[in-house]
């Protein structure tokens, strides 16, 4: 009964006018952000999360998921139109998705994805729904050395799930760690890494690092880049699946959306990790795996449904544990901080008209999702055609305008413009900057708990051991860093880096 009345609240705190529009302006921001190649989620959410500054902390983030959802949407738009992902999530439905384009089944494909979408998102909805109160109170029940071994379990999982190389993964979440301790230290009141800077003291401006190294570091690695968009041509029709490709179709939909949901809930899986394995399943499942390739109705609903619904699922850690699951999920942190708002467990409590009204907005979204985006397929042909280099100037100054209302300073703009460079090196370098993110976000909690659970035992280290729960989050982190060190398993994330 209480699921059912929270529910209802949240519906209640979610179709408000306002909370309307800004679900509408973010799942419509998402899916054109989708649809352009070199601009992601991450890119958008760091560019937008200074406007979030003067909204409610529900209605900001209310804004901020549509972004993410959408854009999981959008990438599918032009995998199947132009074969071209606009999101790393659709580099799979490109394969299948633009086979069917190509046999004039184009308006098919879209359906397909969308109706998949939607109803992976559906159910990750309702997964977030039903199982996020249980997970708060299993949470509430943490001590000080169970949270230190989650958070590490959390940073070992990005590292082993992270795309490319170990080495270089296990580079980028040290290097956000050691940038999550510049600053002020809560416990002695001295200064780290400030180097005498006055501006450093309260530590580094997070919108201005999510914004220098993803947005701005984009922009310079793509501005020299073009794109072929030259595939986009004719009318995209006939907008539903036939039987054949209905009855194809839908078991593939079910059976993506479970992988995706549970493969979501892991640190650094999420929607990309949940469209490579679904995709592979089906495959392995069909009874004509030669039609993968050559416009497989599976082929595009599989991914579609596992990515949308891993996109959706990956909340479930964020908001009951405070512990991120990919990059984006590290950005909404950052947002309900900047909101006063501290992740974790008593979200729910504290917090519970912004919990469940993001969780109603969620299904609102999905909705609006297949209502708005079939009608603007043409509208996104057209956008494909922009050159990136008439893009890439207003995303920039609409950036630096953001950092500059953080506080009426130059300082977040020069702290943005040297980690766009480091951005851009990491690019060069072929290092993923999503775990540094995740990294900056974790530091500093591992540090904290640390620290109380050796306050608590008066310096006695065993207790990281001793606990039971601790004990067994410190060994299953151990045992993935150990499986990663296969052969195969190496072999393994090299092949998806590649085809990514």
Not at 53 to 72: C, D, H, K, R, V
Not at 237 to 265: C, I, M, Y
């Amino acid at each position: 009964m209480d699921w059912f009345a929270n529910l209802a609240g949240g519906f209640e705190t979610a179709v408000t006018l306002n909370n309307i529009m800004l679900c509408f302006i973010g799942v419509l921001l998402g899916t054109a952000i989708g649809v352009l190649p070199g601009v992601g989620p991450l890119v958008t959410i760091a560019i937008l999360l200074p406007l979030t500054y003067s909204l409610e902390p529900t209605s900001a983030l209310i804004m901020l998921s549509g972004i993410y959802y959408g854009a999981q949407y959008g990438g599918s738009t032009t995998a199947i139109l132009v074969n071209l992902p606009g999101e790393s999530g659709s580099v799979v439905t490109c394969i299948d998705g633009n086979a069917m384009a190509r046999n004039g089944r184009a308006g098919s494909a879209l359906a397909i994805a969308a109706l998949g979408s939607f109803f992976a998102g559906t159910v990750g909805t309702l997964m977030i729904a039903a199982f996020s109160p249980y997970l708060s109170k299993i949470a509430l029940s943490f001590g000080p050395a169970d949270y230190f071994s989650l958070m590490v379990l959390g940073l070992v999982a990005a590292i082993v799930l992270a795309s490319g190389g170990l080495l270089k993964a296990f580079g980028m979440i040290l290097v956000g760690i050691l940038l999550g301790s510049v600053g002020t230290d809560l416990t002695t009141g001295t200064a780290r890494y400030t180097f005498g800077t006055f501006e450093l003291l309260d530590g580094l401006e997070f919108t201005a690092l999510a914004m220098g190294l993803f947005a701005i570091g984009d922009i310079i690695a793509n501005a020299s880049k073009t794109h072929d968009r030259s595939m986009v041509k004719g009318k995209v029709t006939d907008l539903w699946p036939n039987k054949q490709e209905f009855k194809e179709a839908w078991p593939a939909v079910l059976r993506g959306t479970a992988l995706g949901s549970l493969l979501g809930l892991l640190p650094g899986g999420g929607a990309t990790l949940s469209s490579f394995a679904s995709y592979s399943i089906e495959k392995k499942l069909s009874k004509h795996p030669e039609r993968f390739g050559k416009g497989a109705p599976a082929g595009v609903a599989a991914p579609e449904s596992a990515n949308n619904a891993g996109a959706q699922s990956a909340f479930i850690p964020m908001l009951t544990l405070g512990l991120p699951s990919n990059g984006v999920m590290a950005m909404m942190i950052g947002a309900m901080m900047i909101h006063n708002i501290v992740p974790g467990p008593e979200v729910m409590t504290r917090n519970a008209d912004l919990f469940w009204g993001l969780v109603a907005s969620m299904w609102i979204g999905n909705f609006l999702l297949v209502i708005i985006n079939l009608p603007l397929i043409g509208i996104w042909v057209r956008l494909l055609r922009l050159p990136y280099n008439m893009l890439f100037p207003a995303i920039l100054i609409f950036s630096l305008v953001g950092l500059y209302s953080i506080g009426n300073s130059s300082a977040p703009i020069l702290m943005a413009a040297g980690f766009g460079i480091l951005g851009y090196l990491f690019n060069r370098l072929g290092c993923e900057p999503a775990p540094l993110l995740l990294g900056f976000i974790l530091g500093p909690m591992i540090e904290v708990y640390m620290r109380r659970a050796l306050l608590l035992s008066k310096g006695d280290v065993s207790v990281f051991v001793t606990q039971p729960l601790s004990l067994v989050l410190l060994l299953t982190a151990l045992a993935l860093l150990i499986s990663v060190l296969s052969p195969v398993v190496r072999r393994k994330r090299e092949e998806v880096f590649v085809e990514d």
